[in-house]
C-alpha cells in the first residue's frame, strides 16, 4: 500500500461521509478518479442512495477516465437495480487500475464487483484503510450482517449525570453549540428516535434545524399505547417522515389519527409489558435504516442498553448540578454485578462552549 493510494483513499472516504444520513438503505460510498497525479472525478452516493459514487466520479471525469485509477471506499456494485452495475461501468470507461477500501458484504456483490474488473484486465488493490472504512460503514454492516441500524444513544446531562430536574425541566442542561452539535448529529444518521417519555413530556419536532439540509430523518417514537401529544409534533407530520412503533394494544382511535396525518404505523410486539426493543431494531432494519440516533428517554435507553443494541454513546455533558432529586438520564437497569454492565471505549472528546462531548464505543461491538 502506498503513500499515494493511502492519500486519495482518505479523500475518497471525506466525500463518502457527505453521505451518510441521506443515501439509505445504500452505503455512503465516495469515489476519486485520478492519473498521472491529476484528480479527474470526485463523486459520492447522492441523497436517496442514486447515482452512485462511481457513476458521479465517470461522469466529471468523462473521456479523461481512460487509462486512470479509481479510488472506490466500498466494492462496486455487481448486481442490475435501477441503474447498472458500477463494476461494469468503471470497465466501459477504460479504468486501468481499482483501488478499493472493504468488500461488500451484500450477498449480491461480496466479491463479484472485484471479479468483474479483474476479468476485464483491470488491476485491483484491495484493504487500502479498510479499518477507516468499516468505522464509516458501520451502519450498512450491521445491517447486512445483524439485520438491525447500527444505534448511537445520545445523552444531554448535568455533570451528575441528570436529563431533568425532579419537576421535570430540562430546557435548557446545555448551551447552543452543543444544541447545535446535535443537529449535526442527527442530520448524519438516518433516523431519529425517543420513546414515549419524551415525546409526551417535550411535545418535540426530531427534526434538523439551522443547517440548511433539505432531506430530513426519519423521525421514529416507540409508544406502545399511542398516547402521544397532539401539538407540535402532530403538526409538523408534513415536514419528516414520522414512524410511530406501537403495541397490539394500542387504541384504534389512536391509530386513525396519526394514520390520517401520515405517519406510518408499526406494531411491534411486547416484552416484559415494553415493545421489544431488538424486534424494534430488526423492523428498523427491515424498512432500510442503517443509522439511528436514539434521543431517550430514561427507561427507553435503559431497554436499549440492557438488551445490548447500543453500538456509540453520546453523551454531552453540562457543568451544572441537579442532585440526588432530578431525573437519572439512565433509567433501571437490574444489575446484579459489575462484570455484567455493559461497558464501552472511549473514542472521541470535544468542547462545545461550556459543555464537553464524549464519543464512546461499545467494547465487542456488532460489526463495525
Known amino acids: 500500500m502506498s503513500d499515494t493510494d493511502r492519500r486519495y483513499m482518505a479523500l475518497a472516504l471525506t466525500l463518502a ?107 485491483v488493490a484491495e484493504a487500502v484503510l479498510e479499518p477507516e472504512a468499516r468505522a464509516l460503514q458501520q451502519g450498512f454492516l450491521t445491517r447486512v450482517a445483524l439485520g438491525r441500524p447500527m444505534l448511537t444513544l445520545k445523552l444531554a446531562s448535568s455533570f451528575d449525570g441528570r436529563i431533568a430536574t425532579a419537576s421535570g425541566e430540562s430546557r435548557w442542561i446545555t448551551g447552543p453549540q452543543a444544541r447545535a452539535r446535535v443537529h449535526a448529529l442527527r442530520a448524519s444518521h438516518d433516523a431519529v428516535l425517543v420513546g414515549a417519555g419524551t415525546a409526551r413530556a417535550d411535545d418535540p419536532q426530531l427534526t434538523v434545524r439551522g443547517l440548511g439540509i433539505s432531506r430530513q430523518p426519519v423521525r421514529v417514537i416507540a409508544a406502545r399505547y399511542l398516547d402521544l401529544p397532539r401539538g407540535r409534533l402532530a403538526a409538523s407530520v408534513p415536514e419528516a417522515p414520522l414512524w410511530l412503533a406501537h403495541g397490539a394494544d394500542a387504541p384504534p382511535d389512536a391509530r386513525a389519527f396519526w394514520r390520517d396525518l401520515g405517519a406510518d404505523l408499526l406494531e411491534i410486539p411486547q416484552e416484559n409489558q415494553r415493545l421489544d426493543p431488538a424486534f424494534l431494531l430488526q423492523t428498523l432494519g427491515s424498512k432500510g435504516l442503517t443509522r439511528v440516533f436514539c434521543e431517550g428517554g430514561g427507561q427507553f435507553a435503559a431497554s436499549l442498553l440492557g438488551a445490548g443494541l447500543v453500538d456509540h454513546l453520546i453523551g454531552v455533558t453540562a457543568g451544572v448540578i441537579l442532585g440526588a432529586d432530578a431525573r437519572p438520564g439512565i433509567g433501571a437497569l437490574g444489575l446484579g454485578a459489575l462484570a455484567t454492565a455493559p461497558r464501552f471505549a472511549l473514542s472521541a472528546t470535544e468542547t462545545l462552549g461550556g459543555d464537553v462531548l464524549h464519543h464512546w464505543t461499545r467494547i465487542q461491538s456488532a460489526p463495525a
Open 17 to 123: 461521509r457527505r453521505g451518510l444520513g441521506n443515501v439509505w438503505p445504500n452505503p455512503a460510498v465516495g469515489c476519486v478518479i485520478v492519473q498521472n497525479g491529476r484528480i479527474l472525478g470526485r463523486g459520492w452516493t447522492q441523497p436517496g442512495g442514486r447515482p452512485h459514487a462511481e457513476r458521479m466520479a465517470l461522469d466529471q471525469a468523462g473521456a479523461t477516465a481512460r487509462g486512470a485509477t479509481a479510488y472506490v471506499t466500498l466494492e462496486p456494485c455487481a448486481h442490475h437495480g435501477r441503474t447498472p452495475p458500477c463494476a461494469e461501468a468503471l470497465v466501459a470507461a477504460g479504468i486501468t487500475r481499482v483501488v478499493s477500501a472493504l468488500t461488500d458484504p451484500d450477498l449480491r456483490v461480496s466479491g463479484r464487483g472485484h471479479a468483474i474488473l479483474r476479468a476485464a484486465g483491470i488491476a
